[in-house]
C-alpha cells in the first residue's frame, strides 16, 4: 500500500509509539486522526504537526477506547472529513497490573471495540475501500512476563484476535489485512512508569531488569519503522511481526494451527 493521500486513524496517537507512528504515517503522504485521551499533549502535538504537515492532514479526537460511542463518533468525524479510513492503527494500551480489569477493558476490549467501529466504514461488503490494520501487541503476547500476567493475557488475546480477524477478513472479502507487532521494551512513559512500579515488588524487579538486559530497549522509531512494513506490505495479513533492536522477525507458528 502506497501511504500518500491514504486515511489512518492512530488511537494513543500522542505518546510514546503512537505519536512516531502518527508522525511517520505523516511523512509519507497520509493524513492521521489522532485518537486519544491526553488532550493537554494532544494539542500541544497538534500544534507541531500542523505546522509541519499543514493544516488539512491532521484530526485530534478525544477518544477513550473504552467507549464504543466514542469510538463511533471519532471514527464517524474521520470519515466525514477526510472521505474514509484506510489505515487503523490500534496502538492504544497501559500496562497497570493493579487495575487490571481497565487494563484487559483498554489493550484487549479497546483493540476489537475499535476493529469491530473500523470494518463498518473500511471493509468492501460496507461499501468501504479496504485497507490494513496493526495491532499493537508486545513481545509479552508471545512469551510470559512474569511481573504482569494479565497484561500477558491482554497481548496474547490481541495477537489470537488478530490472526483470527486476518482470517475472517480473507475468508469474507472485507479487503483487509489484520497484523500485530510485537515489539520487546520501549523508550517510553509506560516503560519508564513501570521500571519504578516494580521497585516497590523488589522480588519480580529482579527478573524483569534481567528480560531487559537480555531484550534491550528499543526507541520508538524503530517499532513506527516496523508499522510501517506492516502497513505497506501488501503480502502480509495475518503476521505478528517480533521487533528487537537492530532486528525484525516474523514469527512462525505451530503448522497445525494453520
Ligand atoms: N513501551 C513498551 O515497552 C511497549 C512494548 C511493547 C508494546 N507496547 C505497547 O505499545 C502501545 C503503546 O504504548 P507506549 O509504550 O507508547 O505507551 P505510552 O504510555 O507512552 O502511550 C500510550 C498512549 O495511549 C493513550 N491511552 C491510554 N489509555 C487510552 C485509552 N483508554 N483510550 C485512548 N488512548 C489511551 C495515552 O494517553 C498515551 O498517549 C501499548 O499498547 C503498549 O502495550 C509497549
Ligand atoms: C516491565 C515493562 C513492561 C513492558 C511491557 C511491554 O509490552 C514490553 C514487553 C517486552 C518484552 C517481553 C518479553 C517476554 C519474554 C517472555 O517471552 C519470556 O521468553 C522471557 C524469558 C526470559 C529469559 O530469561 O529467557
Not at 497481548?155 to 500485530?180: C, E, L, P, Q, W
Request: proline content about 2%.
Amino acid at each position: 500500500m502506497a501511504l500518500n493521500g491514504k486515511i489512518a486513524v492512530v488511537t494513543g496517537a500522542v505518546m510514546g509509539i503512537g505519536k512516531a507512528v502518527t508522525e511517520l504515517l505523516l511523512q509519507n503522504g497520509a493524513k492521521v486522526a489522532l485518537l486519544d485521551v491526553n488532550r493537554i499533549a494532544g494539542e500541544s502535538l497538534m500544534e507541531t504537526l500542523k505546522k509541519q504537515y499543514g493544516q488539512e492532514r491532521t484530526l485530534l479526537l478525544n477518544c477513550n477506547v473504552e467507549s464504543d460511542e466514542q469510538i463511533k463518533a471519532a471514527l464517524q468525524k474521520t470519515a466525514d472529513t477526510f472521505g474514509g479510513i484506510d489505515i487503523l492503527c490500534n496502538n492504544a494500551g497501559i500496562m497497570n497490573e493493579s487495575t487490571w480489569e481497565r487494563m484487559v477493558s483498554i489493550n484487549l476490549m479497546g483493540v476489537i471495540r475499535v476493529t469491530y467501529v473500523a470494518l463498518e466504514h473500511m471493509s468492501k461488503l460496507a461499501g468501504g475501500r479496504g485497507g490494513v490494520i496493526v495491532n499493537t501487541a508486545s513481545l509479552a503476547g508471545l512469551g510470559p512476563l512474569l511481573n504482569c500476567p494479565v497484561y500477558t493475557a491482554t497481548k496474547h488475546g490481541v495477537i489470537g484476535f488478530t490472526r483470527a480477524m486476518a482470517d475472517a477478513s480473507t475468508a469474507s472479502g472485507y479487503g483487509i489485512r489484520v497484523n500485530a507487532l510485537c515489539p520487546s521494551f520501549v523508550q517510553t512513559d509506560l516503560f519508564t512508569n513501570v521500571l519504578s512500579i516494580l521497585r516497590q515488588s523488589s522480588h519480580l524487579a529482579a527478573a524483569t531488569h534481567q528480560m531487559i538486559e537480555k531484550f534491550g530497549v528499543l526507541n520508538v522509531s524503530e517499532v513506527a519503522d516496523a508499522l510501517l512494513e506492516l502497513v505497506t506490505d501488501d503480502t502480509k495479513n495475518g503476521e505478528a511481526l517480533i521487533v528487537v533492536p537492530n532486528e525484525r522477525n516474523y514469527i512462525t507458528f505451530p503448522s497445525i494451527l494453520k
